[in-house]
């Protein structure tokens, strides 16, 4: 997807902005605000079993230590590829999923082991986007009933009753409010995921996980979608964290970007110095596999890595980085010590024993491991 950019309308049943006058884009002097979300040695493995018994014979390390926080009002971005267990974090963090170790504390409360009952109040303020909007509204229920649920499981009434706050929830994210009868399948995939979108915000949360919320859309509707997300953002004040695949959108709406690789996270960087200076080479790989349409601009890149061999099991992950049989910086150090996510720039955290662009710290082996499998190649 290329970089989003606000239409003059609304193709998708609605109108794409509440304020037609104000550009794209993130505020770059945005202060931060107080730590909302804070996540410390975050693990969830999912156990394999075999033969009639049924018997443990492994597990899935889909998650495996994570560390970060986030700051209410500012918009994290987690990326990484498929398999990377980023979508898993976002289960985790809203309570969808049982973390195997590790924290969440929300507003300096820890919920990592609240129960249904211990939940419930927190469901008001911490909510879900879902991948994919054909398979998270039921198709027995119209719109009314979806996006009014949660003010029933809550038990909260609305002024002037949940009918009509409905209503304005569907002008509010672009759709008109005489679809409130209407069921899931006459709608297409942007309206769909409006109504997602209005389901989540119903209650007023403070969090909003949005797991790939563009990724199932058309292009023509993505843009659409992420600046509305945007503009609800400014509007009301919602913290975001945004799983997504596409380096383009995760650049346009966050502040802050997480890199996954293998269920840890290799580098956290505020997003101007993630995309001017990658410090982690699996990033730079990232990086350099972002497609640039102006060819002018596509002349200044001059180096494409092009990482060999798959991602290696996460039932069994390497020793030391579980990057280092891909990396062609990988040394006798990688392969039996795990590097610790560290600040190494003001800004910018990296788990890496040979980080790019870190010309004040000496390498600390000088051991060639022979695992390198990584060809930088000149475009």
């Not at 609605?14 to 006058?21: A, K």
């Not at 989540?200 to 979608?225: G, M, N, T």
């Amino acid at each position: 997807m290329s970089n989003p950019v606000r239409g003059d309308g609304e193709r998708d049943g609605g109108v794409g902005s509440s304020d037609p006058g104000r550009t794209a884009g993130r505020a770059e002097d945005a202060a931060p605000g107080e730590v909302l979300l804070k996540v410390t040695g975050l693990r969830k493995h999912f156990p394999i079993r075999k033969g009639l018994l049924q018997r443990r014979a492994g597990a899935v390390r889909a998650v495996d230590g994570v560390d970060f926080e986030v700051r209410s009002g500012e918009t994290l971005g987690v990326v990484g590829e498929s398999g990377c267990g980023k979508s898993t974090m976002g289960r985790l963090i809203t309570r969808l999923l049982e973390p195997t170790a590790g924290t969440i504390e929300f507003e300096g409360e820890d919920i990592t082991r609240l129960g249904v009952r211990g939940m419930r109040p927190l469901r008001r303020d911490v909510q879900m986007i879902f991948q994919d909007p054909y398979s998270s509204l039921n198709p027995r229920h119209t719109t009314g009933t979806i996006i009014g649920a949660p003010f029933r499981l809550q038990g909260v009434e609305p002024e002037g009753g949940i009918k009509k706050e409905v209503q304005r929830l569907l002008s509010v994210v672009g759709l008109s409010p005489e679809h409130y009868n209407r069921y899931p399948n006459e709608f297409s995939g942007g309206q769909r995921q409006r109504i997602g979108i209005a389901r989540a915000l119903a209650l007023r949360p403070k969090l909003v996980v949005a797991d790939e919320p563009v990724s199932a859309l058309d292009v023509s509707i993505q843009a659409q979608v992420v600046n509305l997300m945007d503009d609800l953002q400014r509007e009301l004040g919602l913290t975001y964290v945004i799983i997504a695949h596409d380096l383009s959108v995760v650049r346009h709406v966050s502040d802050r970007i997480a890199v996954m690789y293998l269920g840890r996270i290799v580098e956290l960087a505020d997003r101007e110095l993630l995309y001017r200076a990658p410090m982690h080479p699996y990033t730079k790989a990232l990086m350099s596999a972002v497609p640039i349409p102006d060819p002018r601009r596509r002349k200044d890149r001059s180096e494409r890595v092009r990482l060999e061999g798959d991602v290696p099991s996460p039932i069994a992950p390497p020793s030391g980085c579980r990057f280092h049989t891909r990396c062609w910086k990988a040394t006798t150090v990688c392969t039996t010590a795990e590097p610790p996510l560290e600040e190494l720039r003001p800004g910018q955290q990296v788990a890496c024993h040979h980080p790019e662009n870190a010309v004040d710290r000496a390498p600390r082996d000088s051991g060639v491991a022979g695992t390198a499998q990584v060809v930088p190649t000149r475009r």
